[in-house]
């Protein structure tokens, strides 16, 4: 795991922005590069490609850049979105986080598994399948929405918090490559201050949430200690599962994250604490801002959570 200096980020932040950006842009790419490469390497063998990850660790501009890596070696990638397999809401009881008292929306319960299993084998075996489709507006399961088949030069890439579910992976295990995304990395300053990566993760969820999602950063901190729940329960006990990983932590993010969420943090100092995060809280006042909007690639990872 990498860990970052806060000096050491504050310095770049204002000495030179422009080429700390391009570093930390560079590295991530690096990573997602080298998956491609073993991807297209084992395509024929390996048509089924898991990517796995907890929250807001750049599951979807991850698949969108392996998809143009991958064109690069002159393979198309199709795409299924594991949302997509999303039950009915009021057709099944949604489980309950009695640690939490929320609902356990992280559950694999709340999704159709079984179903997107049977529909990754069929594909290997080379048969035509039904991707169905999830309304978010309507919360319905619309079944056969889009015909797929895999050609013979052809790969598909699943993402999401259960792509590793053994549900999925079971009768896989020769015709998958499983890859894991994360905040890999952690920051610390002098005073003895630790950001762990979910704590990072955390910035990107809240500025996510609050821009795209309607929810105020109070809100996700409500649901955070579930969230961290389900990825302890359904994430973590599969991780072996992984044959790659990328680390897609980007270190001037946290500049720009800490600038735009300062105002709504301050006000979350007992929230910060009870879902513990107490070192984002002590963070506030310490990170330097940085002029990045000349500077950050349109396919960063980083535009998943601020636009």
């Given at each position: 795991?990498?860990?970052?200096?806060?000096?050491?980020?504050?310095?770049?932040?204002?000495?030179?922005?422009?080429?700390?950006?391009?570093?930390?842009?560079?590295?991530?790419?690096?990573?997602?590069?080298?998956?491609?490469?073993?991807?297209?390497?084992?395509?024929?063998?390996?048509?089924?490609?898991?990517?796995?990850?907890?929250?807001?660790?750049?599951?979807?501009?991850?698949?969108?850049?392996?998809?143009?890596?991958?064109?690069?070696?002159?393979?198309?990638?199709?795409?299924?979105?594991?949302?997509?397999?999303?039950?009915?809401?009021?057709?099944?009881?949604?489980?309950?986080?009695?640690?939490?008292?929320?609902?356990?929306?992280?559950?694999?319960?709340c999704m159709d598994l079984p179903l997107l299993g049977q529909h990754l084998k069929q594909l290997v075996a080379g048969?035509?399948?039904?991707?169905?489709?999830?309304?978010?507006?309507?919360?319905?399961?619309?079944?056969?929405?889009?015909?797929?088949?895999?050609?013979?030069?052809?790969?598909?890439?699943?993402?999401?918090?259960?792509?590793?579910?053994?549900?999925?992976?079971?009768?896989?295990?020769?015709?998958?490559?499983?890859?894991?995304?994360?905040?890999?990395?952690?920051?610390?300053?002098?005073?003895?201050?630790?950001?762990?990566?979910?704590?990072?993760?955390?910035?990107?969820?809240?500025?996510?949430?609050?821009?795209?999602?309607?929810?105020?950063?109070?809100?996700?901190?409500?649901?955070?200690?579930?969230?961290?729940?389900?990825?302890?329960?359904?994430?973590?006990?599969?991780?072996?599962?992984?044959?790659?990983?990328?680390?897609?932590?980007?270190?001037?993010?946290?500049?720009?994250?800490?600038?735009?969420?300062?105002?709504?943090?301050?006000?979350?100092?007992?929230?910060?604490?009870?879902?513990?995060?107490?070192?984002?809280?002590?963070?506030?006042?310490?990170?330097?801002?940085?002029?990045?909007?000349?500077?950050?690639?349109?396919?960063?990872?980083?535009?998943?959570?601020?636009?």
């Open positions: 795991m990498a860990e970052y200096k806060l000096s050491d980020i504050n310095r770049r932040a204002q000495s030179d922005a422009p080429e700390f950006i391009a570093e930390c842009e560079a590295r991530y790419h690096a990573q997602v590069v080298h998956v491609a490469d073993v991807i297209a390497e084992n395509s024929r063998q390996k048509p089924i490609v898991l990517i796995n990850g907890p929250s807001s660790s750049g599951k979807t501009t991850t698949n969108d850049r392996l998809f143009r890596a991958l064109a690069a070696h002159g393979i198309h990638a199709e795409t299924i979105s594991m949302d997509d397999y999303y039950r009915t809401i009021g057709t099944y009881e949604v489980p309950w986080d009695e640690e939490n008292e929320v609902a356990d929306l992280e559950s694999p319960n048969e035509e399948i039904l991707v169905p489709r999830f309304d978010f507006a309507s919360r319905t399961f619309i079944p056969d929405t889009r015909a797929l088949r895999l050609d013979e030069d052809e790969v598909v890439l699943i993402e999401g918090i259960h792509a590793f579910n053994p549900l999925i992976v079971g009768g896989l295990s020769q015709s998958a490559v499983c890859v894991y995304l994360s905040i890999a990395s952690s920051v610390e300053d002098e005073d003895g201050m630790h950001l762990e990566p979910y704590m990072l993760r955390f910035l990107r969820r809240a500025m996510r949430d609050s821009l795209f999602r309607n929810s105020p950063v109070e809100d996700t901190l409500r649901q955070w200690n579930s969230v961290r729940r389900g990825e302890r329960l359904y994430i973590d006990p599969n991780r072996e599962h992984a044959a790659l990983s990328v680390d897609t932590f980007l270190p001037y993010e946290l500049c720009i994250l800490m600038e735009k969420l300062d105002a709504s943090l301050r006000r979350q100092g007992e929230g910060l604490r009870r879902a513990g995060l107490a070192p984002v809280e002590q963070a506030l006042g310490r990170v330097a801002d940085i002029d990045y909007a000349a500077y950050i690639p349109e396919d960063s990872v980083l535009h998943e959570f601020i636009g």
